[in-house]
């Protein structure tokens, strides 16, 4: 029979594995790949950027320290250049539901780095564990990377935050006449305007972006140099602060060291705090969303006082019908992101003594939260809010027909008296305005302060601008 020459053996300590003959990784990450062919999905690309970012510091380090052949440091530092910009990246293959800890991934970077590396030399020097993972840990390693790769695209989501809010600032500001029906427990309630609704969509977002600031600072403490228990087992006396130093400048971060590397390796509460942060954020918007749906409804059975850009059709067997898909989208990709967030709680709260073994999953789905939060509120800003137009005739007829406006009434007349009116009304089927003013002029009204009648015009002058009941204050 002849020879397979699409595999070429390795070996690692439990043995001899067939790895492709092209591939850059080793026998590890091949079992990896036989034992966790689970979801088919790979890891993210700000976790490849992060970790390689880890392996091109602790080459430099660790030849600054006079603890790995400069030539060795080099060829580590070329390699992880190149899959910085982009190269190599398909060699990234571990299975995000894998061994706990991230043992797997973190050997697939060390396998690549270093059969790269070797390449680039042109002999067999440098070893996965020896010197691509010197004075490294996967315990310190990973923990490491998910902070990092979390702060990497912190602008990139915040950004996205930030135009949201502006887009629903500048329709507060274009709303800020249009008077509508305000509501509560989805009943009639006294005036807002359309920009006040707004307004406080957008001052909402604003604070929810700066949650995930105030979360996200804890996660530039970081507790590389730890290696396996947090001891530093292996590691230079220098390493740890080197190591902080040399992340600072090549990703343009502000990290900070430990005072404690035992905490930030057994510790993954900084980073459910970020992720919490993101939840409260998708809560925010997906209230956000449903607003944006209720106010759109119909256009002809429904509230309508808000029309969304029409993007698509909305149904394959009614003609017309357009629907509001970006805030439809938008809900789900916030349910997901949630989903996402109680796997980062539970897997938070999942390690023991010195180790959460849990790492893989809370990374991908930290990650994939940021990415689909990133995406999702970018396209709701650029194709929903930024186009939607206030219906100021639809607005001011459901005002029209709103017989809790009476409350304008109530320093005049009282609240029983208004309650009284609001009954009638309804049952009537009159408008407020009308009825108020009839009934002043039968003298059937009195004032509350001195039990005098109330005379139609002072009914006609509390109800003459409604605009000023969204201001506070009485109308006198």
């Known amino acids: ?19 492709p003959k092209q591939a850059l990784y080793g026998a590890q990450t091949q079992r990896a790949v036989e034992n966790f062919h689970i979801s088919g999905l790979k890891p993210w690309p ?23 052949p400069t030539d060795y440091a080099e060829a580590i530092e070329q390699a992880a250049d190149e899959i910085l910009n982009g190269m190599w990246l398909d060699q990234f293959v571990v299975d995000p539901f894998q061994a706990g800890a991230g043992t797997s991934h973190n050997m697939n970077a060390n396998e690549v780095l270093a059969n790269r590396a070797n390449q680039i030399l042109g002999k067999e020097c440098i ?15 990973i923990p490491t990377t998910i902070r990092i790769g979390c702060l990497l695209r ?57 949650r995930i600031r105030r979360s996200a600072d804890t996660l530039s403490e970081l507790g590389i140099g730890g290696t396996a228990v947090g001891s530093g087992l292996n590691a230079h006396p220098d390493y740890h602060r080197k190591m902080i130093a040399i992340l600072g400048e ?113 990374a991908h789905n930290l990650f994939e939260m940021m990415q689909i939060m990133i995406g999702s509120i970018n396209a709701f800003s650029e194709k929903c809010v930024k186009g939607s137009q206030a219906n100021s005739e639809k607005a001011a007829h459901w005002l029209d027909q709103n017989a809790i406006i009476v409350t304008v009434l109530n320093p005049l007349i009282g609240y029983a008296a ?36 109330v005379s139609p015009a002072e009914i006609d002058h509390a109800f003459s601008d409604l605009l000023r009941m969204t201001q506070g204050g009485f109308v006198r």
């Open 154 to 210: 912190l602008n990139e989501l915040t950004d996205a935050l930030e135009n949201l809010y502006t887009a629903l600032r500048q329709k507060a500001d274009e709303f800020n006449t249009v008077l509508k029906s305000g509501r509560t427990h989805l009943q009639d309630a006294v005036p807002v305007t359309l920009g006040q609704e707004f307004g406080a969509y957008a001052d909402a977002i604003l604070k929810d972006t700066d």
């Open 250 to 362: 090549l990703t343009g971060i502000k990290f900070r060291t430990s005072e404690n590397l035992f905490e930030r390796m057994q510790s993954m509460a900084d980073m459910a705090d970020f992720s919490s942060a993101m939840r409260t954020t998708a809560l925010s918007l997906i209230r956000i969303a449903n607003d944006f749906r209720l106010l759109s409804s119909g256009p002809g059975t429904g509230l309508d006082e808000l029309h969304l850009p029409a993007l698509q059709p909305g149904s394959s067997i009614m003609p017309g019908k357009v629907n509001p898909v970006m805030a439809e989208m938008l809900d789900m990709a916030m349910f997901h992101v949630i989903g996402c967030d109680t796997t980062v709680g539970l897997a938070s709260q999942a390690g023991q003594l010195e180790l959460n073994v849990m790492m893989p999953v809370i």
């Open 46 to 68: 700000v976790f490849i950027t992060s970790v390689v970012l880890i392996k091109k510091s602790a080459a430099i380090v660790n030849a600054d320290l006079g603890l790995l």
């Open 1 to 19: 029979m002849a020879e397979d020459d699409s595999y070429r053996i390795e070996r690692d300590s439990l043995g001899e594995v067939r790895v």
């Open 127 to 141: 070893h996965p564990n020896d010197h691509v993972n010197m004075a490294q840990s996967t315990n310190d390693v």
């Open 418 to 453: 208004g309650a009284a009116l609001v009954k009638e009304a309804v049952e009537k089927k009159v408008p407020i305005r009308r009825l108020a003013h009839e009934k002043a002029g039968a003298g059937l009204l009195k004032r509350l302060d001195n039990g005098q009648p």
